[in-house]
């Protein structure tokens, strides 16, 4: 929906799970110039660049301490 509403925008999805990322690739063919693709798992990731906007879907609850997560992804 973001990709769709401000076409000057682009992304990064990250996600450990190769069969998630193979439907969301499927599910955002049409954007696939504007969206970046990472198999990775969050405590490996290592992304040295900024964002304005980060959205995690249904993660924080599975990771074992929020709170750190949230600083590394913020610094």
Known sequence: ???ESYPNSSGVL???ST???KQA???LVDYKERIEIINSDIDDLNLKRKF???LNIY???FYP???ILIKK???
């Open 73 to 75: 992804l913020i610094s």
């Open 14 to 16: 990250v996600d450990y």
């Open 59 to 61: 993660m924080l609850p």
């Open 25 to 27: 690739k499927n599910k």
């Open 19 to 21: 069969e998630m990322l």
């Open 65 to 67: 301490n929020s709170e």
């Open 52 to 54: 304005d906007l980060v």
């Open 1 to 3: 929906m973001i990709l």
